[in-house]
Structures are given as structure tokens and as C-alpha cells.
């Protein structure tokens, strides 16, 4: 604990900082709450678009199967070109929002390759746009996490050291005033008492 001044200005100082962790307080530990919601939120969110990318890369290889010409169909068939996103805010903390990708399509010979490319391209597309959402949304669990652990500690830094060391502060000033206040009350009497003995004295001596 650092060395405070023993005054009563300093514990104006102390009372107003209390007052001031006691305001911020609450608010603090009400961000901690809506952080641990959104990032759960995102999370859970996150873990379904990768259950749909997963769901559909089944269903192509499945229907892929079906044409019997797998190698027709090759991954680089599809790029993407530019990536599409916006921007949001969650309690203060500015995170990028996924709103979509521009694709580029592999040159390919119409006439020798077969009907269905377009179809495999066009769900790929689709596979690839799930791939980046996702991956956005891990952006944003990443930035507010790293919100929710700055927020933690000021809680922790309020809760368990600022307002207790400025409660023992106020309460160190106050005994100490309070013991000041009674030894000059004493010392007050003790010097009436002097002076008083000092003029019966005198009024002895000049009978």
C-alpha cells in the first residue's frame, strides 16, 4: 500500500476515489457480462457455419460421385478475388462483420468439360463464402476476448484492490484525525487548567 498523507485533503482524495471505483464498478462488470454473452453467441454461431461447411462439402462429394468424373472438377475452378467486409461495434469494441466475397472462375474449355462444372463451381462458391464467414467470426470472438480479459482485470483491479486499499486509507485518516481531534482536546484543557492554576497565583500572591 503506498504512503498517504495524513490530512484532511487527503482523505477528500480518498473518499472522492472511492466514489469513483463505486461508479465505474458496476458498469465494468455489466461489460464483463455482455462480452462472455456476445462471445458465446459468436462462438455457437461460428461452430453451425462450419457444421453447414462441412454438411455441404458431404453433399458435393456425394453428388460429385454421382457424374463419375471427379478430376473434371479441380479446386482452383474457383477463386476468390475480394473479400467483402463491413464493420460493427460490441460494447465498444470495434470488430469487421463478413458481408459476402467476389469469386473468379478458372478458364475451362465449354465444349470438353462436362455440364454439371458450373453446378460444382457455383456450390464451391458457396463453400468457400461459408470457410470466410467463419473465419471472420473467429476474428471477432478473438477481439472481444481480448476485450473481456483488459475488462477483468480492471473488475479484479477495483473489486479486490483499489476499493479495499481506499477503504483502509479512509479509515487509517480517519482514526488518526479522530486521535489528533481528542489530543487537542486534552492538550486544550491541560493548558486552561496551567493557565488557570497560573492566575490563582497571582491572585494568592497579590492578597
Known amino acids: 500500500m503506498a504512503k498517504i498523507k495524513l490530512t484532511k ?61 471427379r478430376e473434371a472438377f479441380t479446386p482452383d475452378m474457383v477463386t476468390v478475388k475480394n473479400i467483402k467486409k463491413g464493420v460493427g461495434n460490441i460494447a465498444g469494441v470495434t470488430i469487421p462483420v463478413y458481408e459476402g466475397a467476389d469469386f473468379g472462375r478458372g478458364d475451362y474449355d465449354l465444349y470438353k468439360t462436362p455440364l454439371w462444372i458450373d453446378m460444382a463451381a457455383d456450390r464451391m462458391e458457396k463453400a468457400l463464402s461459408l470457410d470466410l464467414e467463419a473465419e471472420v467470426l473467429d476474428e471477432q470472438v478473438r477481439l472481444l476476448s481480448q476485450e473481456l480479459r483488459t475488462t477483468t482485470q480492471r473488475v479484479n483491479l477495483f473489486e479486490k484492490v483499489k476499493i479495499p486499499e481506499t477503504k483502509a486509507n479512509i479509515k487509517k485518516i480517519t482514526v488518526y484525525l479522530g486521535d489528533e481531534q481528542v489530543a487537542a482536546v486534552v492538550r486544550s484543557k491541560i493548558s486552561k487548567k496551567k493557565l488557570q492554576a497560573k492566575i490563582d497565583e497571582e491572585q494568592e500572591a497579590a492578597k
Open 9 to 69: 485533503n487527503e482523505l477528500k482524495v480518498q473518499k472522492d476515489a472511492l466514489k469513483m471505483y463505486k461508479r465505474y464498478l458496476p458498469t465494468l462488470m455489466l461489460k464483463k457480462q455482455q462480452l462472455q454473452t456476445e462471445i458465446r453467441t459468436i462462438d455457437a454461431k461460428a461452430k453451425e457455419v462450419r457444421a453447414a461447411r462441412v454438411a455441404l462439402e458431404k453433399e458435393f462429394e456425394q453428388w460429385i460421385s454421382v457424374f463419375g468424373e
